[in-house]
């Protein structure tokens, strides 16, 4: 046994002690170790995956990091039913037919729609803090520092700890821009010595605006959510005007929309991405009812979310975008591997109906 390593008793019963020393010499896997560019296509070439262009390959992955192309993508293209041997000591194989190029393609659609979507994602940011910091300024026409006042938010024994540390970041941002020559809040403090809201919520990130929300007294929250359905049947008059549209319901979306903003801002794999937070729980949304599906915090649900905040013509933009992203994916797949890929971004079987892509795509989903 390698020293510092003992066979301790972790559990008995009436089998008797039983001992982990062959468990954790067995368990242990072998260290990474620097491989050259060359290398790493040979280790690609053992586990099956062939090659168009090995040049091309090769400049690839001088660009992107193996462990951002390879291991982030890989997984749709492995062999299911391979099992590790000691003549071939590999932990995966790839699937018969399986190119790099596979990968890559892979790889770029997700890129491709991280940018696309992130574009309006901060669309829809812009929406929810405008609006938030109009109605919170609103109610308190004359104190432009109402949202240093803990007692102006729903201080709740639920919340307190929460506000409080939301106001003392709100005072952190102002502190260290303020200090900073050229920016809004610096004119502001030399200016007025005051930061109105509407000049602090766009230098705040949207994790802290999604807390000031939840934060809000019900009657902001309700205001805001309101005004943001109404503008949505205002363009889309077939879903339900009488839909209900709580603050809280508003608030989860806001938590769901940031997830995907931060996969995408920090160029996260997103396509089977799902957001899972237990105190976020969003049972029904206007579009996910007209339509009779269920809400499954994935990318096809940030499609439909993302078409709640943003104008008619942005989101016809961004389904033609996300379509010819589709397109390009679909002609240079095999058909399975294609649905399998929209099965992870959870695209239900009437997808092209809804997102109106006018039948490019001649089958059924398999869920």
Known sequence: ???????????????????????????????????????????????????????????????????????????????????????????????????????????????????NLLKYIFIAESNIKTKLSYYFCEKHKTDNNAYQNVNNFNYTFQLKETINYLVQKLNKTISKQSRINGTRINHYITNYETVPLWVLMPQLDFGTTAYFFKCCKKDIQSKIAKNIKMEFIKFYSEFDKDYIFAGEALSNIIFFINSFRNICAHNERLYDYRFINNTVDINKFIIHEYYNLRFKYSVFDLILVLKFFISPEEYDTLTVLLTNSLVFLYKNFEEKIFIKVLNKMKFPKNWEEILETKGNFQFMIRE
């Open 1 to 115: 046994m390698p020293e510092g390593c003992h066979a301790s008793p972790v559990l008995q019963d009436n089998i008797g002690l039983i001992f982990f020393e062959e468990f954790f010499i067995m368990d242990m896997k072998e260290e990474k170790i620097f491989k050259t560019f060359e290398e790493q296509i040979e280790v690609l070439k053992r586990k099956k995956l062939k090659f168009k262009n090995e040049e091309f390959a090769l400049d690839i992955l001088k660009k992107v990091n193996y462990y951002s192309l390879i291991n982030a993508y890989k997984e749709v293209f492995l062999n299911p039913n391979y099992i590790k041997t000691k003549i071939e000591d590999l932990d995966e194989m790839y699937k018969e037919n399986t190119f790099f190029e596979n990968l890559f393609w892979l790889y770029h659609f997700d890129s491709e729609m991280r940018s």
